[in-house]
Antibody
Framework: EVHLLESGGGLVQPGGSLRVSCAAS????????MIWVRQAPGKGLEWVSG????????YQADSVKGRFTISRDYSKNTMYLQMNSLRAEDTAVYYC?????????????????WGQGTLVTVSS | QSALTQPASVSGSPGQSITISCTGT?????????VSWYQQHPGKAPKLIIY???NRPSGVSNRFSGSKSGNTASLTISGLQAEDEADYFC???????????FGTGTKVTVL
């Protein structure tokens, strides 16, 4: 059974940094792209960042380019999102999701499994 | 990349059918068959219910169906049930980004 568990959310001041994690199990981690999607309170979904199964391709939303970095540790079956220079508008629940294929460029992937999310609040 | 356009809300009585639209452009919805739909109950994670325009994952009720015409994709829920009350989001491939684009979301209310 596929299971995704996010952790690392919390309260951070504007301009600060935070790293959220997504521990995956139940599938061959390096065969599938992994994606971060966020949802601001009461708002819709937004694709944030993604990485191909092999790690050779990364995808970023314009809103986070230069500030967020995605990575994967294949020995731990874990994906990370390092978030720097955080802004109030980055406040959201951050979900990790599994792509159905190894590459997701442009959103060719559909997201077949999701974690429960971790809340990141950027506020002074 | 602007979000795809969905109606803010749709409602129906139990047993009825409702349709949610998802309008984009030829650079996303209209040009490719990479449209998916997600259901999200309050406080819960989204769940995939339709992929590649009209395909249902295993375990998803056949009361959910998807289609596309031109730049608009549609999700139809037939035999509406109380448990269908949720938010629904479409998503599509887009040439404008290295990631996909979601719709604005639709709240479905069962009267």
């Amino acid at each position: 059974e596929v299971h995704l568990l996010e952790s690392g959310g919390g309260l951070v001041q504007p301009g600060g940094s935070l790293r959220v994690s997504c521990a995956a199990s139940g599938f061959t981690f390096n065969n599938y792209a992994m994606i971060w999607v966020r949802q601001a309170p009461g708002k819709g979904l937004e694709w944030v960042s993604g990485m191909s199964g092999s790690g050779g391709g990364t995808y970023q939303a314009d809103s986070v380019k230069g500030r967020f970095t995605i990575s994967r540790d294949y020995s731990k079956n874990t994906m990370y999102l390092q978030m720097n220079s955080l802004r109030a508008e980055d406040t959201a629940v951050y979900y990790c999701a599994k792509g159905h294929a190894s590459y997701c460029s442009g959103g060719t992937c559909y997201l077949d499994y999701w974690g429960q999310g971790t809340l990141v609040t950027v506020s002074s | 990349q602007s979000a795809l356009t969905q109606p803010a809300s749709v409602s129906g009585s139990p047993g009825q059918s409702i349709t949610i639209s998802c309008t984009g452009t030829s650079s996303d919805v209209g040009g490719y068959n990479y449209v998916s739909w997600y259901q999200q109950h309050p406080g819960k994670a989204p769940k995939l219910i339709i992929y590649e325009v009209s395909n249902r994952p295993s375990g998803v009720s056949n009361r959910f169906s998807g289609s596309k015409s031109g730049n608009t994709a549609s999700l139809t829920i037939s035999g509406l049930q109380a448990e269908d009350e949720a938010d629904y989001f479409c998503s599509s491939y887009t040439t404008s980004s290295t990631l996909g684009v979601f719709g604005t979301g639709t709240k479905v209310t069962v009267l």
